[in-house]
């Protein structure tokens, strides 16, 4: 980790998080879901879903944001946040 880890030093932690803010504000919605699908980390993976204990795999986001997963029997659902959480596996 010694080769990859970064230092932001003495940074005001406040301007860093409006910095942060100002550039997501700036962004279109369909810009925020293209960098979102792009740099999800559980898209086309197998995930377990909490509340349920199934497994289904993360086929994609719909444009609401709301992750889209298919079971094994082929059932499609629509998992909108608050209602689950999940575990790659």
């Known amino acids: 980790i010694e080769s990859r880890a970064a230092s932001l030093g003495k ?3 406040n301007r860093l998080v409006a910095r942060i803010s100002q550039l997501l504000i700036s962004l279109s919605d369909e810009e925020v ?11 086309g993976r197998e995930i377990e879903i909490a509340d ?3 497994t289904a ?3 994609g986001i719909n ?16 998992l909108i946040s608050g209602d689950i959480s999940i575990k790659v596996i």
């Open 63 to 78: 444009d609401s944001g709301n992750l889209m997963v298919e079971y094994k029997d082929g059932e499609k659902d629509v």
């Open 57 to 59: 795999k993360a086929v």
């Open 11 to 13: 940074t005001d932690m």
């Open 33 to 43: 879901l293209r960098i979102y699908r792009a740099h999800s980390c559980v898209i």
């Open 52 to 54: 349920t204990g199934r």
